[in-house]
């Protein structure tokens, strides 16, 4: 079984084709950040929207990024366009009809109700629609879904305690809480009390920390929030001690190269230290985050990744492997999907 799988030599220039074929699940995507610029100006006609881009081109263009903020900016104006339940549902399928042809086998959407909630947008439109999308994607592709209720973390705790009020009645249509938007100046702290309440509801818990912030946000999205993942997490290589932490506790990284690289948090692919994280024995996964804005879906994230930094065939069943023991699937779904990846490099390498 997989504990003991011995991973076959792969030639690199089979490398790609065995990124794209192995089975694997998405542990970070905000599905706002699927939203392509087609199908921003095809709601925004629909809804009857203005937008302030004369094209799908011009809005493309904009899509330059020098940190985190700038990139903030767009993707908010962008969900702008988001108004009935269909659309929130015509968002989601997109994202699994794609994520389907990278042989994404199991997905957790993060979703920003407050960015909706705020024009006015109700609960019950936003999580009905991504809800139903889940629900086909399992029976029509064959995709395993869930969602994750993010608070935006530039605004106050007590926004983020009326957004929980406000999702309450569709609790059995979410699994868990993160906490995305600006980092810097928007400690983990900041939000304590109302993570301490959804783990008295018994929602899953995750939080976006060390990604431009300091890896003293890292120790407190653990120690304060009490958070099972941390998503991005590429700040702990800069503290010894933090590194040894999150390898004895497994905690789960949810690392997004493409978008390191688009916000700037890494100069080229090459300087990423996934490497360094895996070889250090955390358990990092590989995601897109935002794919509409970053350049890549899944595999793109993969093979762009693998041919910047020289990761092997070795590293690709870690990276697959994690990203199911990371995930927030019953025990008994995990076994099948490891043991399909299992099958998968065995297939690959007797070819
Ligand atoms: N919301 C969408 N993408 C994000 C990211 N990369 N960091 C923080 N918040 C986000
Ligand atoms: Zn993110």
Redesign the pocket.
Known sequence: MSLNFQVPPVAAGRLPELLNIMPKAELHI?I??SLEPELIFALASRNGVALPYASVEALRSAYAFSN?QS??DI?YAGASVLLEEQDFYDMARAYFVRAAQDNVVHAEL?F?PQTHTARGVSMETVINGLHRACVDAQAELGVSASLIL?FLRHLSEEDAFATLEQALPFQDKFIGVGL????VGNPPEKFARVFARCRELGFHLVA?AG?EGPPAYIWTALDLLKVERI??GVQASRDAALMRRLAQDRIPLTV?PL?NLK?CVVPDLASHNLRELLDAGLMATVNS??PAYFGGYMNENFTQTFAATGLTAQHAYQLARNSFEASFIEASDKQRYLARLDETFARFASA
């Open positions: 905000h706002e950040g985190l990139f903030l993707y993060f920003d993010c995305d938007s600006g980092e976006h990604e998503d991005h997004c978008s916000l985050d935002d």
